[in-house]
C-alpha cells in the first residue's frame, strides 16, 4: 500500500488561502451587510449610481487589491452563490501563482 505523499508546508498554506478567499467577495459583502456603518456607507454609493454597476466594481477592487486569480470552470470564470442579500453572483477567487517560489 503507497503512503500519500506529503505536502509541503507552502503547498499546505496555499491549499488553505485558497479555501478562504474563494469566496472572498461574498465575505466582503457579508461584512458590509452586517456593519451598520459600512452598510449605511454603502447604502450612499448606491443612491448615487446603480448598485450592479458598483458590485462589480467593488468586486474588481478586492481582486485587485488581494492580487488574486480567477477560479475557472470549463473556460470561464467560476460563479458563486452569494449569502449576502447585497449581491445577486460573484467570481470566485484563488490566488495567482507565482513560478520560483
Known sequence: ??????V???????KSLNHFLIDITDKVFL??????????EYLDLVSAQDDER???YVGK???KRLGLGDVMAY???AMGEPQST????????CLNRVSGS
Open 1 to 6: 500500500m503507497a503512503k500519500n505523499k506529503m
Open 8 to 14: 509541503t508546508a507552502e503547498e499546505f498554506v496555499e
Open 31 to 40: 461584512m458590509i451587510q452586517d456593519i451598520p456603518g459600512l452598510r449605511q
Open 54 to 56: 458598483l458590485n462589480a
Open 61 to 63: 477592487l478586492i481582486k
Open 75 to 77: 473556460g470561464l470564470p
Open 86 to 93: 447585497l449581491i445577486r453572483t460573484y467570481t470566485k477567487h
